[in-house]
Protein backbone atom coordinates (compact mmCIF):
# COMPACT_ATOMS: atom_id res chain seq x y z
CA UNK A 1 0.00 0.00 0.00
CA UNK A 2 2.91 2.76 0.62
CA UNK A 3 4.46 1.68 -2.18
CA UNK A 4 1.90 3.10 -4.14
CA UNK A 5 1.34 5.76 -2.49
CA UNK A 6 4.70 6.47 -2.77
CA UNK A 7 4.86 6.18 -6.63
CA UNK A 8 2.19 8.82 -7.26
CA UNK A 9 3.66 11.52 -5.32
CA UNK A 10 6.89 10.33 -7.04
CA UNK A 11 4.99 11.11 -10.17
CA UNK A 12 3.75 15.09 -8.71
CA UNK A 13 7.83 16.04 -8.65
CA UNK A 14 9.80 17.69 -11.08
CA UNK A 15 11.68 14.45 -12.47
CA UNK A 16 15.33 13.33 -11.10
CA UNK A 17 14.35 16.14 -7.53
CA UNK A 18 14.22 13.60 -5.46
CA UNK A 19 14.00 14.94 -1.70
CA UNK A 20 16.42 13.46 0.90
CA UNK A 21 14.54 15.30 3.91
CA UNK A 22 11.18 14.90 5.14
CA UNK A 23 9.66 17.76 7.76
CA UNK A 24 6.91 16.15 10.11
CA UNK A 25 5.17 19.83 11.21
CA UNK A 26 3.53 19.63 14.60
CA UNK A 27 0.34 21.63 15.79
CA UNK A 28 0.47 25.40 14.86
CA UNK A 29 4.41 24.92 12.91
CA UNK A 30 3.10 23.94 9.72
CA UNK A 31 3.72 27.51 8.51
CA UNK A 32 7.18 26.53 7.79
CA UNK A 33 5.96 25.03 4.28
CA UNK A 34 5.05 28.68 3.37
CA UNK A 35 9.16 29.13 3.22
CA UNK A 36 9.19 26.53 1.00
CA UNK A 37 10.18 27.63 -2.81
CA UNK A 38 8.65 26.24 -6.24
CA UNK A 39 6.38 24.83 -3.96
CA UNK A 40 4.17 21.92 -5.05
CA UNK A 41 1.21 21.03 -2.70
CA UNK A 42 0.07 17.83 -2.64
CA UNK A 43 -3.30 17.33 -0.58
CA UNK A 44 -3.43 14.15 1.71
CA UNK A 45 -7.15 13.13 0.10
CA UNK A 46 -5.38 12.77 -3.08
CA UNK A 47 -2.63 9.96 -2.49
CA UNK A 48 -3.76 6.74 -2.45
CA UNK A 49 -3.77 4.67 0.97
CA UNK A 50 -2.84 7.65 2.30
CA UNK A 51 -4.82 9.00 5.75
CA UNK A 52 -6.85 12.24 6.73
CA UNK A 53 -6.07 14.88 10.06
CA UNK A 54 -8.94 15.47 11.47
CA UNK A 55 -6.90 17.89 14.28
CA UNK A 56 -6.77 21.88 14.36
CA UNK A 57 -3.41 23.37 13.39
CA UNK A 58 -2.60 20.03 10.74
CA UNK A 59 -3.43 21.54 7.20
CA UNK A 60 -3.36 17.45 5.52
CA UNK A 61 -1.07 18.40 2.63
CA UNK A 62 2.39 17.36 1.13
CA UNK A 63 4.70 20.21 -0.44
CA UNK A 64 7.53 19.81 -2.60
CA UNK A 65 10.03 22.06 -2.92
CA UNK A 66 13.23 24.12 -2.08
CA UNK A 67 14.59 24.85 1.44
CA UNK A 68 17.72 26.60 1.64
CA UNK A 69 18.82 25.14 -1.56
CA UNK A 70 17.93 21.74 -0.11
CA UNK A 71 15.14 19.61 -1.90
CA UNK A 72 12.49 18.70 1.07
CA UNK A 73 9.06 17.46 1.27
CA UNK A 74 7.07 18.93 4.47
CA UNK A 75 3.93 17.03 5.73
CA UNK A 76 1.80 20.24 7.09
CA UNK A 77 -0.25 18.01 9.13
CA UNK A 78 0.24 14.71 11.01
CA UNK A 79 -1.50 11.64 12.36
CA UNK A 80 -2.43 10.51 15.77
CA UNK A 81 -3.15 7.19 17.46
CA UNK A 82 -5.91 9.22 19.87
CA UNK A 83 -7.74 10.03 16.87
CA UNK A 84 -9.15 6.51 16.40
CA UNK A 85 -6.63 5.48 13.58
CA UNK A 86 -4.37 2.53 13.72
CA UNK A 87 -1.37 2.18 14.36
CA UNK A 88 -0.18 1.78 10.80
CA UNK A 89 -2.30 4.51 9.70
CA UNK A 90 -0.14 6.95 11.82
CA UNK A 91 3.38 5.64 10.36
CA UNK A 92 2.04 5.18 7.14
CA UNK A 93 3.29 8.40 6.02
CA UNK A 94 7.31 7.57 7.09
CA UNK A 95 7.41 4.43 5.42
CA UNK A 96 5.67 6.04 2.13
CA UNK A 97 8.80 8.67 2.64
CA UNK A 98 11.60 5.85 2.85
CA UNK A 99 10.11 4.38 -0.25
CA UNK A 100 10.28 7.73 -1.84
CA UNK A 101 14.21 8.15 -1.01
CA UNK A 102 14.46 10.02 2.22
CA UNK A 103 17.17 9.61 4.25
CA UNK A 104 16.65 12.28 7.07
CA UNK A 105 13.15 12.78 9.00
CA UNK A 106 13.32 16.46 10.69
CA UNK A 107 10.50 15.80 13.00
CA UNK A 108 8.33 18.78 15.29
CA UNK A 109 6.01 18.91 18.14
CA UNK A 110 4.00 20.61 20.62
CA UNK A 111 5.22 19.33 24.24
CA UNK A 112 4.11 19.71 27.56
CA UNK A 113 6.77 20.49 30.06
CA UNK A 114 7.63 18.84 32.79
CA UNK A 115 11.00 20.22 33.28
CA UNK A 116 10.82 22.80 35.61
CA UNK A 117 13.40 25.24 34.23
CA UNK A 118 11.88 25.38 31.32
CA UNK A 119 8.51 27.83 30.19
CA UNK A 120 6.62 28.10 27.29
CA UNK A 121 7.88 29.04 24.17
CA UNK A 122 11.28 26.76 24.63
CA UNK A 123 12.38 24.95 22.04
CA UNK A 124 13.71 21.51 22.94
CA UNK A 125 16.25 19.53 21.15
CA UNK A 126 14.73 15.88 21.72
CA UNK A 127 17.54 13.13 23.01
CA UNK A 128 15.87 10.30 23.93
CA UNK A 129 12.11 8.98 24.42
CA UNK A 130 10.00 7.52 26.76
CA UNK A 131 7.56 5.57 24.87
CA UNK A 132 4.35 5.21 27.60
CA UNK A 133 1.78 5.05 25.00
CA UNK A 134 1.60 1.23 25.60
CA UNK A 135 1.27 1.12 21.63
CA UNK A 136 4.20 0.59 19.45
CA UNK A 137 4.26 0.46 15.34
CA UNK A 138 6.36 -2.63 14.88
CA UNK A 139 3.85 -5.09 16.28
CA UNK A 140 2.78 -8.15 14.36
CA UNK A 141 4.20 -9.28 11.02
CA UNK A 142 7.45 -7.75 10.28
CA UNK A 143 8.33 -5.77 7.03
CA UNK A 144 11.37 -6.95 6.13
CA UNK A 145 11.82 -4.91 2.74
CA UNK A 146 12.46 -1.81 5.22
CA UNK A 147 14.43 -3.19 8.15
CA UNK A 148 15.25 -5.86 10.97
CA UNK A 149 12.98 -7.66 13.51
CA UNK A 150 14.20 -6.04 16.39
CA UNK A 151 15.70 -2.66 15.46
CA UNK A 152 18.12 -0.79 17.85
CA UNK A 153 16.95 2.32 19.54
CA UNK A 154 20.13 3.50 21.48
CA UNK A 155 20.61 6.16 18.70
CA UNK A 156 16.95 6.85 17.60
CA UNK A 157 17.71 10.27 17.58
CA UNK A 158 20.83 10.81 15.16
CA UNK A 159 23.60 12.45 17.28
CA UNK A 160 25.41 14.12 14.38
CA UNK A 161 22.24 15.39 13.60
CA UNK A 162 22.09 17.08 17.00
CA UNK A 163 25.34 18.33 16.84
CA UNK A 164 24.26 20.52 13.91
CA UNK A 165 21.29 21.57 15.54
CA UNK A 166 23.21 22.83 18.71
CA UNK A 167 25.42 24.57 16.45
CA UNK A 168 22.63 26.25 14.28
CA UNK A 169 21.04 27.77 17.32
CA UNK A 170 24.39 28.77 19.03
CA UNK A 171 25.15 30.94 15.71
CA UNK A 172 21.18 32.25 15.84
CA UNK A 173 21.51 33.01 19.56
CA UNK A 174 18.60 30.99 20.17
CA UNK A 175 18.24 29.06 23.20
CA UNK A 176 17.75 25.11 22.65
CA UNK A 177 17.07 23.09 26.05
CA UNK A 178 18.01 19.28 25.57
CA UNK A 179 15.74 16.47 26.93
CA UNK A 180 13.58 13.45 27.19
CA UNK A 181 10.46 13.40 25.02
CA UNK A 182 7.69 11.30 26.58
CA UNK A 183 4.31 10.00 24.79
CA UNK A 184 0.98 9.22 26.30
CA UNK A 185 -1.93 8.34 23.91
CA UNK A 186 -4.03 10.96 24.85
CA UNK A 187 -6.28 12.73 23.98
CA UNK A 188 -6.69 13.57 27.60
CA UNK A 189 -4.12 16.01 29.02
CA UNK A 190 -1.93 14.31 31.73
CA UNK A 191 -3.16 14.51 35.15
CA UNK A 192 -0.92 16.16 37.83
CA UNK A 193 0.03 12.28 39.29
CA UNK A 194 1.36 11.37 35.97
CA UNK A 195 3.36 14.42 34.85
CA UNK A 196 4.80 13.47 38.59
CA UNK A 197 5.37 10.13 37.56
CA UNK A 198 7.18 11.14 34.14
CA UNK A 199 9.82 13.61 36.01
CA UNK A 200 10.60 10.80 38.15
CA UNK A 201 11.35 8.36 35.29
CA UNK A 202 13.16 11.09 33.63
CA UNK A 203 10.75 12.88 31.32
CA UNK A 204 11.58 16.74 30.62
CA UNK A 205 8.43 17.29 28.01
CA UNK A 206 5.29 15.36 27.11
CA UNK A 207 3.29 14.62 24.18
CA UNK A 208 0.96 12.66 22.57
CA UNK A 209 2.87 12.04 19.15
CA UNK A 210 6.52 11.73 17.39
CA UNK A 211 7.34 8.38 18.81
CA UNK A 212 5.53 6.13 16.48
CA UNK A 213 7.35 8.16 14.00
CA UNK A 214 10.35 8.07 15.13
CA UNK A 215 10.02 4.10 16.17
CA UNK A 216 9.25 3.38 12.55
CA UNK A 217 11.86 5.48 10.65
CA UNK A 218 14.67 3.96 12.73
CA UNK A 219 13.40 0.61 11.99
CA UNK A 220 14.09 2.24 8.21
CA UNK A 221 17.03 2.98 8.83
CA UNK A 222 15.94 6.91 8.23
CA UNK A 223 18.24 9.54 10.20
CA UNK A 224 16.12 11.03 12.70
CA UNK A 225 16.10 14.66 13.94
CA UNK A 226 13.20 15.66 17.01
CA UNK A 227 12.50 19.07 18.16
CA UNK A 228 9.74 19.71 20.25
CA UNK A 229 7.78 23.82 20.91
CA UNK A 230 6.98 23.97 24.90
CA UNK A 231 4.09 25.24 24.42
CA UNK A 232 2.75 25.15 27.77
CA UNK A 233 4.07 23.49 31.12
CA UNK A 234 2.37 20.31 32.25
CA UNK A 235 -0.62 19.31 34.23
CA UNK A 236 0.49 20.59 38.12
CA UNK A 237 2.81 22.73 37.33
CA UNK A 238 1.11 26.33 37.21
CA UNK A 239 -2.13 25.43 38.70
CA UNK A 240 -4.29 26.03 36.02
CA UNK A 241 -6.37 24.32 33.05
CA UNK A 242 -4.61 23.32 29.60
CA UNK A 243 -6.45 23.62 26.77
CA UNK A 244 -5.38 23.22 22.99
CA UNK A 245 -6.21 26.55 22.01
CA UNK A 246 -3.14 27.93 24.65
CA UNK A 247 -1.14 25.20 22.39
CA UNK A 248 -1.83 26.79 19.33
CA UNK A 249 -1.33 29.99 20.18
CA UNK A 250 2.32 29.47 22.14
CA UNK A 251 3.33 27.45 19.23
CA UNK A 252 2.50 30.68 16.76
CA UNK A 253 4.59 32.99 19.32
CA UNK A 254 7.56 30.82 18.93
CA UNK A 255 6.95 29.80 15.30
CA UNK A 256 9.61 32.62 14.63
CA UNK A 257 12.61 31.21 16.56
CA UNK A 258 11.55 27.67 15.77
CA UNK A 259 11.56 28.43 11.94
CA UNK A 260 15.15 30.48 11.80
CA UNK A 261 16.40 26.90 13.48
CA UNK A 262 15.33 24.49 11.42
CA UNK A 263 16.18 26.38 8.09
CA UNK A 264 19.35 27.06 9.51
CA UNK A 265 19.58 22.78 10.23
CA UNK A 266 18.40 22.76 6.69
CA UNK A 267 21.23 24.65 5.41
CA UNK A 268 23.82 22.83 7.24
CA UNK A 269 22.88 19.53 6.00
Known amino acids: ?13 PA ?6 CLILGSGLGVLANNIEEAVQIEYSDIPNFPQTTVE ?3 GRLVYGNLKEKPVIAMQGRFHYYEGKKLEE ?7 MKAIGVEILIITNAAGGINMQFKPGDIMLITDHINFSGVNPLRGNNLDELGPRFPDMTYAYDPELMDKAMQAAEKLEISLKRGVYAMMQGPS ?3 PAEIRMLRIIGADAVGMSTVPEV ?6 KIRVLGISCITNMAAGILKQP ?4 EVMDTANQARGKF ?6 VIAAL
Open 259 to 264: IRLLEA
Open 16 to 21: GRIPKI
Open 90 to 96: VVFPVRV
Open 215 to 220: ITAVHA
Open 1 to 13: MYLKAAEYIKSRL
Open 189 to 191: FET
Open 57 to 59: GHA
Open 242 to 245: LTHQ
